[in-house]
């Protein structure tokens, strides 16, 4: 059973958390068409412009559902005493105020923030009101990033304005917890990144003007260039024309016309035309090389593989035994990142001592290199024991501080749990078995 989102709300002080929020007519924004040149970078226009931008390329939208899902479907694994195991995977199944999917619904919020601001994600820690540092966290929950802005301080990093007229609020250290990808170096961007979304722009644009532009061309929704005519007048061509569509309408077609023929009306004057386009494709283009340098670009833009995007093509590009390659790669760029910032914000900022939380592998290849690389450091330990470098007891040692082993291999009376944490309902469904199966019993 998860945590009701009436205790969540009252330590939270995001707009949404309000009791009379659901009350209050739906905020509409006018969407009016933008252009390619966006906001300067690092500032809060730029982010809605991005926001706005992606959802309008398909192939970048994809790629973002794909890299946003990828890591919303992973499993986490929660290690520790079987008490503060049981309370804070509560806790984080409960995320997000429970709102949709709880824990999956606020993965998918925090990556996308992630990958399409540069402001970054930003995840609320749930405290009483008059909470400390030292006051455990009831609960988290993904905060509006174009809500957010960093103070640069340290102490109070970010200030939160609302969109209800309410005065701004300031966060503590310990009320919140930042993250961007690719953080700026300079120190006036306060902590700012450069997300996906801006590294695949300029390529994102080219790609969406020549979709417009084709989109535009088969509608016939513009005009696309100019005809220069000599030897004919131009009411008698424009009614040659009107004449041979309304015969073509006539006999149904309505979609792709047959030509025009228009006689000269002196047979002395040749009639010559002259067609100067006013927009095209530039010179030499190939949709299918450049859709293969889109992915190619999309790839290293979310730090990943192209086989992530599309099967990979054949001739120069790669081969199949690359793409197994370029994926073991990719595993420790643009989503590992992502992933550690995740871990290591929950185990600093929420979980308390002796818990660990950790992303748990749902990829194949990953885990079978994982057992293998823990049986080779085995071996050597093996070996280093019966040469008497090392006892038993510090290979256990080393064992436990290479993550092969839990420590409470080194604690045996600390009631330690290792769970992996699939979903609610299989968590729910274990419950209901373990219920059933005490009352069977009594």
């Not at 992303?359 to 008497?388: C, H, K, L, P, W």
């Not at 064992?399 to 291999?409: H, K, M, R």
């Not at 330690?416 to 019993?441: F, H, I, M, P």
Request: with cysteine; glycine share 8%.
């Amino acid at each position: 059973m998860g945590i009701s989102p009436a205790i969540l709300t009252e330590d939270s002080v995001q707009d949404r958390a309000l009791r009379d929020f659901k009350d209050q007519a739906p905020i509409t924004f006018r969407l009016a068409a933008f252009a390619d040149e966006l906001p300067a970078y690092g500032t809060r226009p730029r982010d809605v412009a991005l926001d706005r931008f992606w959802k309008t390329e398909p192939l970048l939208a994809g790629a973002i559902y794909s890299m946003t899902a990828k890591v919303a479907a992973l499993d986490f694994r929660l290690r520790g005493p079987r008490r503060l195991v049981t309370k804070y995977r509560r806790i984080l199944l409960s995320a997000d105020f429970g709102q949709g999917n709880g824990w999956i619904a606020f993965v998918f919020k925090v990556a996308q923030d992630m990958l399409c601001a540069d402001n970054g994600a930003f995840i609320e820690l749930l405290r009483p009101p008059n909470g400390s540092a030292t006051t455990a966290v009831h609960g988290i929950a993904h905060i509006d990033s174009h809500q957010c802005f960093r103070t640069g301080d340290p102490i109070q990093p970010v200030r939160y304005e609302s969109q209800r007229g309410r005065p701004p609020q300031v966060f503590n250290w310990y009320e919140i917890l930042p993250m961007s990808d690719m953080p700026s170096p300079r120190e006036e961007m306060k902590g700012i990144g450069f997300c996906a979304v801006s590294r695949i722009l300029r390529a994102a644009q080219t790609m969406r003007s020549i979709s417009l532009y084709k989109r535009q061309k088969l509608a016939g929704k513009r005009v696309p260039g100019m005809l220069f005519v000599q030897g004919i007048s131009r009411e008698y061509l424009k009614r040659s024309i009107d004449v041979a569509i309304e015969e073509q309408q006539s006999q149904g077609q309505s979609l792709y016309t047959g030509p025009i023929l228009v006689a000269s009306m002196d047979a002395s004057v040749p009639v010559a035309a002259e067609l100067v386009e006013l927009a095209g494709l530039p010179d030499g283009y190939d949709e299918d090389i450049a859709m293969k340098w889109y992915i190619a670009n999309l790839a290293l833009a979310f730090g990943t593989d192209y086989t992530e995007f599309a099967p990979l093509p054949g001739g120069n590009l790669g081969s199949a035994t690359q793409a197994t390659e370029m994926a073991a790669r990719a595993r420790g760029k643009g989503p590992g990142a992502m992933l550690q910032q995740f871990e290591f914000g929950l185990n600093y900022w929420v979980l308390p001592n002796g818990l660990e939380f950790q992303f748990a592998s749902s990829d194949a290849t990953a885990e079978q290199q994982r057992i293998q690389q823990e049986a080779a450091r085995a071996q050597s330990r093996a070996v280093r024991i019966q040469s008497g470098e090392i006892t038993v007891e510090q290979a256990l040692e080393l064992a436990v501080a290479a993550g092969d082993a839990p420590e409470s291999f080194l604690e045996p009376d600390v009631d330690v749990v290792d769970t992996v944490v699939r979903s609610l309902a299989t968590v729910q469904k274990q419950l209901e078995n373990l219920q059933d199966r005490y009352a069977s019993r009594s």
